[in-house]
C-alpha cells in the first residue's frame, strides 16, 4: 500500500471512491475466457472465472479480467507472455509492449489479479466518511510516540473495517492463490508452458508459480526482484526484512554523485530544516505545497525508484533548500484505487508472517532508520495493518524455493533499488532451482526498458531461450 497513492486518493475525491466501492459483483460465467465488446484501443477485453479457493472447490468463485495486446506480426507468432507490474494491488490489465521484438512475435496477456482494478475485489468501505482515517493510518510514518498511538488505533479502525466489510474474498488473496489463478489462464491461452514477465512484486508471483508448477515453467523473467524467503517467513514485519531501505543511501549516494557540481544544496541540511517542521514551497503549476519531513521522504523515494528522474529530484531538493527561489515538480497523475490498494494489503497480510503486537513496529522503524535516515520508517511502516487485519489464507505458499525448472532470468540494478534490494536478487539467484541474474549498472527499480543490453538480453531469452553469461553487467542507455 503506497502512502503516496492513498494522499492523492483522497485529496481527489473520497466520495466518488466509495461508489466504487459499493458496485455488485458481475455474475458468473461459462468456464474459459469470455471476451467483452468494448477494450482499450489495440487491446483486446475478456476475463476467466476461477475457484474463490483452490482447496474448497464448491466456495464459490472469483473473476479475473485480462487483456491482450495481440503481436504484431501474426503470421510468426511464438505464443503468449504473461505480464504483471507489481504490487500487490497495481492494475495490470493493458500490458506495455515490453520490446518491439517480443511486441512482434508474441500475445502479450496483462492481468488483474484477484483483488485489483477489473477482476473481483474487497470492499473496506460503506460511508464516505470512513475513508478519513485512511489518511492518517496509511499515508504516513509517526515521529513521536504520541503519533505512533494515534496511527496504530486509525489503522486498527480500517483493519476492522475490512474485517467487517470485504467479505469472503478477503482470506483467498495470497500469492499462492493467485499463482494458481496465472496456472489457469496459461491453460485457458492454450499455452503449455508459461512465459511471463513479472516485476517487483510480480516477481514474488513468478517465483511462486515457478514453484508451485515446476514443470510448467517455460521462460519467466523476473525484474527488479524479490527475496522470497524473507518475503513470506522469518522474524519481525515482513517490510523490516526485506531491507528495501538498506539501498536507499546507495542510490541517494549515485544520485548525489552523478549530479555532482549542479546540485547546491546539502542534502543533510535539507532532512534537518524539516526535521524543525514543515516547508512550504511553491510548485511548477503555481500552487503552493506544505512539505512534510515524511511527505519529503516518500517523494524522494519515489524519485530515487527511476534515475531518469533525476532532474525532478534535484529540482525537488533544491526548492527545499531555497523555497524563495525554487520551485518543486508538479505532482502528476491521478486518484489510484483504494479497494486495489487495500486489496493488495490484504496479499501482503496473507502472505507473510508478522508480528501481532502493532507497537513493535516501532523499534523495528528506529533501528532501520539508523541505517537510512527517513527511509528505514517510510519501508517499516507499510506493513503496519498486518498487525491488526486477520486475513488467512490457506492457499498461502511458503516454500521450497528451489524446484528444478527450466532456466529463469533475473533482472536488478546494481547501484540500489529502494523497493527491492540487490542483495535480495543475488540471494534469490542462489535460491532458485535455476536461475541467472543480469544486473544493471545504476539505480532505480526496474530494468527493462532502460538500456539496449537489457532488453535484447529479453529478446534472446523469450525467443530462444537464452541466457547470458554468468555476472554479466549492462550499462545503461
Known sequence: MNPRKLRAALALGAAASVVALSAPAAAASPAGIVWEDSCQAGYQCGHLDVPLSY?????????????????????????????????????????PALTPALHARFDIVGIDPRGVGASSKIHCFTDPSQLEVLQRALGTFPLTREAERQQIADTRVVTDLCEQNAGPLANHLSTGTIARDLDRLRAAFGEPKLRYYGKSYGTYIGETYANLFPGRVGSLALDAVDDPVRWSTGPGPMSYRLHGF???????????????????????????????????????????????GQSAIARIHDYLTDAQAAPQLAAFLQALADPASSRVPAVQGGPPDIDSLLGGGATLCSDAANPRDPAVWWDYARRADRVARGFGPFDVYKTLPCATWDVTDTGRYTGPWNRPTAPILLLANRQGDLETPYAGAQRAERLLGNARLLSLDTYGHGS??????????????????????????????
Open 55 to 95: 482447496q474448497d472447490l464448491s466456495a464459490g468463485s472469483a473473476r479475473i479480467a485480462v487483456a491482450r495486446l495481440p503481436a504484431t506480426d501474426q503470421a510468426h507468432k511464438l505464443g503468449t507472455i504473461f505480464y504483471n507490474p507489481g504490487g500487490p494491488g497495481s492494475s495490470g490489465l493493458f500490458a
Open 246 to 292: 538498506e539501498d536507499a543511501p546507495r542510490a541517494l549516494q549515485s544520485f548525489l554523485d552523478a549530479c555532482g557540481a549542479h546540485c547546491t544544496f546539502d542534502y543533510g541540511k535539507v532532512l534537518d530544516r524539516l526535521e524543525r517542521g514543515p516547508i512550504t514551497v511553491t510548485d511548477t503549476a503555481g500552487q503552493q505545497v506544505v512539505v512534510t
Open 448 to 477: 527493462r526498458g532502460k538500456s539496449a543490453c537489457i532488453d535484447k538480453s529479453l529478446d534472446d531469452y523469450f525467443v530462444a531461450g537464452a541466457v547470458p553469461a554468468p555476472d554479466t553487467l549492462c550499462a545503461p542507455d
